[in-house]
Nanobody
Framework: QVQLVESGGGLVQTGGSLRLSCAASGRTFSSYTMGWFRQAPGKEREFVAAITAITRSGGITYAGDSVKGRFTISRDGDKNTVYPQMESLKPEDTAVYYC?????????????????WGQGTQVTVSS
């Protein structure tokens, strides 16, 4: 079982930056692919970014098409924490951001899903 607690959401202006944090509990944190999704009002939940379990060469990262080049993701194994760094924010990035653990990607649809979810943190980008 994994429990996830997000923090760092808030209000930021267009073009600004924000770093979220997700603190995970559970001994198997290091073995999970971790990531983030977001959901804007009236829209479906959208994949944002993921980072695989840490190996000798470091975790492999993935980013959704709408955030590529602007968002990055990292993880700290000692702190059991995952950080998405969000740059060049746009009003369309406004959403509730959810931390997730045990992410997998469907081989046929390429759709991401997760086994564990946090409660979410609101990010609002003002124009």
């Amino acid at each position: 079982q994994v429990q996830l607690v997000e923090s760092g959401g808030g209000l930021v202006q267009t073009g600004g930056s924000l770093r979220l944090s997700c603190a995970a509990s559970g001994r198997t944190f290091s073995s999970y692919t971790m990531g983030w999704f977001r959901q804007a009002p009236g829209k479906e939940r959208e994949f944002v970014a993921a980072i695989t379990a840490i190996t000798r060469s470091g975790g492999i990262t993935y980013a959704g098409d709408s955030v590529k080049g602007r968002f990055t993701i990292s993880r700290d194994g000692d702190k059991n924490t995952v950080y998405p760094q969000m740059e060049s924010l746009k009003p369309e990035d406004t959403a509730v951001y959810y931390c997730a653990a045990d992410l997998t990607r469907d081989a046929y649809s390429s759709k991401w899903s997760a086994g564990f979810w946090g409660q979410g943190t609101q990010v609002t980008v003002s124009s």
